[in-house]
């Protein structure tokens, strides 16, 4: 004796939130049933747990008819078969294509071929993101590179609402950002970075960076750092090579900061270090691969020394806003609007970095 | 006479991959119509083709237009092998013969395969050129309008009702001929389908001819069923209502109506809606009105070129007030000048027999599929008759084959059997016997009549039912409306809030036992004690609370037999099924405090080894009917202790459940006034000059219901199934089926809180409807596998099937509370020996709970005109927007926006502007702000698009400003309406356009109801009428059952919606599910199913627009009607 068949169909598909957020995070029916249950719908609608796991088939049911037409999001629009409101289609696809930032924290940077499929097992155990939950995210990130890639051809046409997810998701551009250039983020010197640090990072970068950047163009985002800026950033090695300006640069920002805070003694001595660092990193930009090193770079060459001489927050915080500004009175030093441009990346670069 | 049928085909889209090397297709596409063959070019490796193909033209005699589908196929082309089909689309063109309808069939199809599904969509335009035909021996009768509505249309009114018309068509089923043997599942199917809407097309054509033989225009409560005989063949019958419609001029526009001119209005106000409260009696204000001011209402008939529909009142107003024949009764009552009225009732009520009988003896069956009636046509109810006939199935031999043309299709069209008993014969005797019941019950006619069958193997019970009753001839009378001498004869002195509860048989010569009281509600005439009938509860009954969905549920073991035997054995069985359902039916009826039943619909199904019986039903208490007595329990053997005490805590429960009902559904029916006149003077105001006494209410039990059952011969059985003289309904407990008995009855869950349900179109006392409609179709099969069941344990089984059910859909609608599941039909199958399925098709209506409580107290003042309101039977929305809804002119602009709006919100990228000429300044307003927010829109897209190609040309490269362009493409946009919403920027002509990628898709509302709360329907486009077959041998793959019928029943709904849509309409009213007919084998891992849809497609703007949306109705003939009122 069994319920062979049970279906119920909408003119209007009937979507619950709810169950389509247990079915992208991939719970099986059973177990979304339970969720649900201990979630108290039943006492609200005085359902049974035969109606809860009825409609709980129903809806996974529905949703994976769905999912074929999720996958160009183009087509949910236009299609027939499911006659669903404008908002609801909305929220369909904003959910479809939401990532999961241990997931992304995990993908990023990494090459997105085949070869990391297999590793999506490792990284579910590692992020506690079931298996079916990581795959649709990893397919995800494929099909829109893949619609990316194939920008020439008809599919352009498909173009205009996978940007809008984009434009939703807030992820995306991170992503394109670090994959494109190649950003190192897997050493293990910087898995104490979670993907949000890195998504912020990224956005610096890009505001300021990039050439739409200077153009005051804020609509027009390019993600190509500005290769002039960057030519120009060797300019900066004056700061650490002529001993006179770094000596100065030194005093001033040790005049400013005595007395303020109890790891003036380590800065002090620190000074030409982390001075010689930062501005290495900025002499190196030039260079694809060191561009690829940057964030590495950041944590090995300045991050790492102030937290082993154990600077709180406050102190990184100080340090650089004098050490950014007393630059501006060295005499000698005329690369200000450049100088401007680097440390302002950097500065919040590192404030996000920095972790207590 | 010839058409001209002209077809386009315009592009597709989200083609299936038919090419696995390339990952495209090479599409091409076939039109077919009759033996023509068209062919488009072939579009190659596109899964998006644009054929944009030259015009196809068939030219075809009127009588092909009627009967064939116009096929259209998608193909791949293929070089080396045969060309792989993609799928189909039939389209019927039938809704383009009518003037009236659609002119033109526009928009995407889905592209259906019949085991694939639905495999990407086409746009297709098709158009008819018609010559008119004024051949009196045409075999064709196109301009025919047909409605599945079982009421008058909303837009019409009926001139006159001529009554029944029935046809049938038969021919062999191709998935049993030898050739399917040969032939692929595809082939099998797709025969089936083309024969069917071959067979379909032919029924209403024949129809068509009969009411024009009539002289009629329209058949309305169209019933098309299609009974799959397997070997002995394939039945495609339909029963309707022929009528003359007249289309009203403009009810939307209230300012057009002649007849509304100032004076007249309050006063047709005060007729149509009496002014203190709604029960009062609608003849005597008319009355008072007319002899106290000055009379507007002589007027009335000479200035209206339409006159209102369905409305008695003001012919007769006028007929009163001027003759004074001495027949004329209706004076004096109407002026409510005390007791004597009842008296007259008599003698009235044989004339009025007489006079009726004639005008409709004349007809072979006085039957009407309708089941809502303009005001005044229903005077009195007899009750429910109802037939049911057991017949083996053999070889089909219709003699009307003979004469129709032989199917191209199906040349093998062999009819071999020369068995001399027809389907026709056996539906006419059916038909026959409930005639003869209805006039044993006093009724000269039958209304809310259906007929069903239920086949198993070659066993078929035929079933027909009805509601007996006594009509108004004026509707069926030449003339009608034109105010004869003899009409107001015919007007019975009752009010219409109780009138048609008034007994119609003779009191002393009843036809069965039934007690009789006084009407609680005139206490001028006699009415039973309790009423059992199939139609809508009548808009101005007087109802005492909510109602309430009551279903009686039984299975019944039946011995495995064949042939004759087994047929013996069923209809052996069938009168104490419909016993016992009765009686499930009377006891819930008590549990709820209850007096009357409305949409009663009995269902027996047969199966291999069992009957299912189900009967659904919306109880009532109805004001003018006496109060139910409780249930009392008796035990059989007295003196037993524990006996006595366990009888003792049954009856306990009993009655606090009745209780507990009463307060569930607000029964609180005003006190008796004998006892209490001030109570009474209090709640009736109009009635205190009643001086009848009441009589104390002895509450006795009797049926309505009045049946027999016949077994292929004229025997005839009739039961009484009246309870005897008990003073009290009392239950024997003598054997543990009696204790079962008691438990099913109350283990009905009680509906959760905030919810109602009822089977009927709307719910009896809820008036204040919200927009919120969610029409859904579920289906449920059970497998039994213990095969030594017993009756007990089978209907425990059935019944916690439809209760869960209905569980599930409480669960899942719970979004929508306060809700209403309206139309709840439930259909009951045994599709294998141990399945019993179940598939529902209801509505889900959400309404606001502050305002459910009362009636509409002054309905005129919160429409647009009173003309409108004659027309919508139910009050749909209240005084809330009053004001506005009244003062609003009928302005100029609606705008494009108010239907798109849903959709344009989120996508404004897809909103198309169909800008014409002439189009009021404000419009243009609007369209324009659309286009700028939708160049934003492309702006970002754009810029978006950029980066990404930037991204993908990768690096290297200095950046390019992509601004410009952007801002370009915006500015294109904005300043070109016609313009393709892609960046790409693809102009087409505004008619491909319209319906192109990227538009919206029209949101199509589906209800099983005549009507969507909130609109009003301003036009039928025709009536939607398909059948489909799907067939998978990969069940597992697509999900088992379960996935295999979702997907099905999803596709159903959106071809319903896209032929809809492609008329140009936005709703489907009427919506009915009339087969889901599911065979599966699971070891095979195949499954098959045959799905029958039917409904009227119609456009509808909210009630508040005053004008048809010019979006809506974009497809060329904006509503004229609509335009001229604006101006």
Not at chain 2, 272 to 277: E, H, V
């Amino acid at each position: 004796m069994a319920v062979e068949l049970d279906v119920f169909v909408g003119n209007t598909t009937i979507m619950d939130e709810e169950v389509y957020q247990l079915w992208l995070d991939g719970y099986t029916v059973n177990d979304a049933v339970k969720v649900r249950m201990e979630g108290g719908v039943m006492e609200e609608c005085e359902a049974s747990a035969d109606v809860l796991l009825s409609d709980t088939m129903d809806q996974y049911r529905t949703f994976q008819m769905c999912e074929r037409l999720l996958h160009s999001p183009s087509k949910l629009a236009n299609q027939l078969l499911f006659q669903i409101p404008p908002n609801r289609q909305a929220m369909l696809i904003e959910r479809y294509y939401a990532f999961d930032d241990a997931f992304v924290r995990e993908v990023l940077g990494k090459k997105l071929s085949k070869g990391t499929k297999k590793d999506l097992d490792d990284i579910g155990a590692k992020t506690g993101v079931t298996l079916k939950s990581c795959r649709r995210q990893f397919d995800n990130f494929k099909r829109v590179f893949k619609v990316v890639e194939e920008l020439k051809g008809p599919l352009v046409e498909n173009i205009p609402p996978i940007m809008r997810l984009l434009l939703i998701s807030g992820i995306m551009l991170p992503l394109f950002f670090f994959a494109n250039h190649r950003f190192e983020t897997g050493k293990r010197k910087l898995q104490y970075l979670t993907f949000q640090d890195f998504a912020f990072c990224a956005g610096q970068l890009i505001s300021n960076w990039t050439v739409g950047a200077v153009d005051n163009m804020v609509e027009d985002m390019d993600v190509d750092l500005d290769k002039e800026f960057l030519q120009e950033l060797k300019e900066l090695k004056v700061l650490i090579t002529d001993k006179d300006l770094l000596d100065q640069h030194k005093s001033l920002v040790c005049t400013a900061l005595r007395g303020k805070t109890k790891a003036f003694n380590e800065m002090e001595a620190n000074f030409k270090n982390l001075s010689r660092g930062l501005v290495n990193i900025a002499a190196k930009l030039t260079n694809t691969k060191d561009v690829r090193d940057f964030f590495i770079d950041l944590v090995e060459k300045f991050i790492e020394p102030c937290r082993s001489d154990r600077w709180t927050a406050a102190d990184m915080r100080l340090y650089l806003t004098h050490y950014n500004n007393s630059a501006h009175i060295l005499d000698t030093f005329k690369h200000q609007a450049v100088w401007d441009r680097y440390m302002v990346v950097i500065k919040s670069c590192i404030f996000k970095m920095y972790h207590d | 006479m010839p058409g001209k049928l002209k077809v386009k085909i315009v592009a597709g889209r989200h083609l299936p991959v038919m090419d696995r090397a390339s990952d495209l297709t090479d599409a091409f596409v076939e039109v077919k119509f009759g033996n023509t063959t068209f062919k488009t070019d072939v579009f190659p490796k596109s899964l998006n083709p644009q054929w944009n193909s030259e015009w196809f033209k068939f030219e075809v005699d009127d009588e092909d237009l009627q009967d064939e589908p116009l096929q259209v196929t998608v193909l791949d082309h293929d070089t080396y092998s045969a060309n792989d089909a993609i799928g189909k689309v039939y389209i019927d063109i039938d809704p383009l013969l009518c003037s009236e309808a659609a002119s033109v069939i526009s928009g995407w199809f889905p592209i259906y395969d019949t085991i694939h599904g639905i495999r990407g969509e086409i746009n297709v335009l098709v158009k008819v050129e018609l010559f008119n035909d004024l051949n009196r021996f045409r075999q064709s009768s196109c301009g025919v309008k047909f409605f599945c509505t079982t009421s008058i249309p909303r837009c019409y009114r009926a001139a006159m009702v001529h009554g029944f018309v029935e046809e049938l068509v038969v021919n062999e089923d191709p998935e049993y001929q030898w050739i399917d043997r040969i032939r692929s599942p595809r082939a099998s199917n797709e025969a089936r389908q083309r024969l069917i809407s071959l067979m379909s097309g032919e029924l209403q054509r024949k129809i068509g001819l009969k009411v024009l033989e009539m002289g009629g225009n329209a058949v309305v409560g169209y019933l098309q069923c299609f009974d799959l005989e397997g070997e002995s063949g394939l039945v495609v019958r339909a029963i309707g209502t022929a009528c003359t419609l007249d289309k009203l001029s403009s009810g939307s526009a209230p300012n057009t109506n002649t007849h509304m001119h100032p004076n007249t209005a309050p006063a047709s106000n005060a007729c149509n809606s009496p002014s203190k409260d709604g029960k009062e009696p609608v003849f005597g204000e008319d009355l008072t009105s007319s002899s106290g001011p000055p009379t507007p209402f002589r007027a009335l008939p000479t200035t209206s070129s339409s006159p209102p529909p369905f409305s008695p009142s003001k012919p007769c107003s006028r007929q009163s007030s001027s003759s004074d024949t001495d027949l004329s009764l209706t004076p004096k009552t109407g002026m409510g000048s005390g007791g004597s009225v009842g008296k007259e009732a008599g003698p009235l009520k044989t004339l009025l027999r007489q006079q009726t009988q004639t005008a409709l003896e004349q007809r072979e069956f006085p039957f009407f599929t309708l089941t809502s009636f303009p005001p005044g046509f229903l005077l009195h109810v007899g009750g429910v008759v109802s037939a049911r006939s057991v017949k083996l199935l053999d070889r089909i031999h219709n003699p009307a084959l003979g004469n129709t043309r032989s199917y191209k299709l199906l040349d093998w069209n062999s009819v071999t059997a020369d068995e001399p008993e027809t389907r026709d014969a056996w539906w006419e005797e059916i038909r026959q016997e409930i005639k003869s019941h209805a006039k044993a019950l006093g009724c000269h006619g039958v209304v809310g009549y259906s007929e069903s069958t239920s086949i198993c193997e070659e066993v078929c019970i035929l079933s027909a039912s009805g509601t007996a009753a006594i009509l108004n001839p004026r509707y069926m009378r030449e003339g009608c409306l034109d105010i004869g001498i003899t009409d107001h004869r015919f007007e019975e002195p009752s009010p219409p809030s109780c009138g048609f509860c008034h007994i119609p048989y003779d009191e002393l010569n009843m036809p069965f036992p039934a007690q009789l009281t006084y009407c609680y509600h005139c206490r001028r005439q006699k009415v039973p004690d309790v009423l059992f009938t199939t139609i809508n509860l009548p808009q101005e009954a007087a109802v005492t609370g909510k109602g309430c969905l009551i279903q009686a549920r039984l299975c019944r073991l039946k011995k495995k037999a064949q042939g004759e035997v087994n047929a013996t054995a069923i209809s052996n069985l069938l009168p104490f099924m419909e016993y016992e359902l009765h009686t499930q039916l009377m006891n819930k009826l008590k549990l709820r405090s209850m007096n009357a039943l409305f949409g009663l619909h009995i269902q027996i199904s047969v199966g291999e080894n069992m009957l299912l019986g189900l009967a659904s039903a919306t109880g009532v208490y109805l004001t003018a009917l006496p109060a139910p007595g409780g249930i009392q329990i008796a035990g059989k053997t007295p003196g037993d202790l524990s006996n006595e005490h366990h009888i003792l805590t049954i009856q306990k429960r009993i009655n606090d459940t009745i209780a507990k009902n009463k307060e569930l559904y607000q029964i609180n029916p005003p006190k008796l006034f004998a006892l209490d006149p001030e109570v009474f003077c209090g709640i009736n105001m109009e009635l205190t000059e009643e001086v009848v006494g009441s009589p104390i209410p002895e509450p006795r039990q009797r049926s309505r219901l009045f049946r027999s059952h016949s077994e292929s011969s004229d025997e005839l059985s009739e039961l009484d199934l009246s309870h005897g003289k008990k003073d009290a309904f009392v239950l024997e407990i003598d054997d543990t089926d009696a204790v079962e008995d008691i438990h099913s009855l109350l283990t009905d869950a009680p509906t959760p809180t905030g919810f109602y349900s009822c089977n009927t179109e709307i719910m009896p006392g809820i008036y204040s409807w919200t927009s919120g409609v969610q029409m859904f179709t579920s289906v449920r099969v059970f497998r039994l596998s213990n095969a030594n069941l017993t009756n007990q344990g089978l209907n425990k089984i059935f019944t916690d099937l439809c209760e869960n059910l209905l569980k599930s859909f409480y669960f899942k609608l719970r979004s929508m509370i306060p809700c209403c599941l309206c139309q709840l039909n439930f259909a009951v199958a045994v599709p294998e020996e141990e399945l019993i399925q179940v598939a529902v098709t209801a509505v889900a209506m959400t309404f606001d709970k502050d305002q459910a409580q009362e009636k509409p107290a002054d309905k005129s003042t919160t429409k647009g005109g009173s003309e409108t309101e004659e027309q919508l039977q139910f009050p749909m929305e209240l005084c809330a927007d009053a004001s506005s809804a009244n003062t609003q002119p009928s302005s100029k602009i609606s705008g494009t926006v108010s239907l798109l709006t849903p959709a344009a919100k989120l996508c404004q990228n897809q909103l198309v502007m169909v800008l014409s000429p002439g189009v009021p300044e404000s419009t243009n307003v609007s369209s324009r702000a659309a286009s700028v927010d939708y160049g934003s829109f492309a702006d970002r897209c754009s810029t978006w698009l950029e980066l990404l190609r930037l991204k993908a040309h990768t690096i290297r490269r200095g950046s390019v400003k992509t601004s410009r362009r952007t801002q370009s493409l915006a500015h294109s946009v904005s300043s070109l309406e016609h313009c393709s919403p892609l960046p790409e920027g693809r102009s087409r002509s505004l008619r491909s356009n319209r319906s192109f990628r990227g538009s919206p898709v029209t949101v199509v509302k589906m209800t099983p109801l005549s009507f969507l709360p909130g609109t009003r329907i301003i036009k039928y486009l025709g009536i939607i009428n398909m059948f489909f077959i799907r067939e998978t041998t990969s069940l597992r793959e697509e999900g088992g059952v379960s996935g295999f019928l979702h997907t099905f029943i999803a596709e159903v709904f959106a071809m319903v919606r896209a032929h809809v849509a492609a008329l140009g309409g936005n709703a489907v009213v009427s919506y009915s599910m009339k087969e889901c007919m599911l065979m599966e084998n699971p070891n095979k891992n195949q499954a098959q199913c045959l799905i029958n849809v039917s409904g009227d497609a119609v456009i509808c703007v909210r009630e508040t627009d005053q004008e048809p949306n010019p979006s809506m109705a974009n497809i060329g003939q904006t509503c004229a009607s609509g335009t001229d009122g604006a101006t």
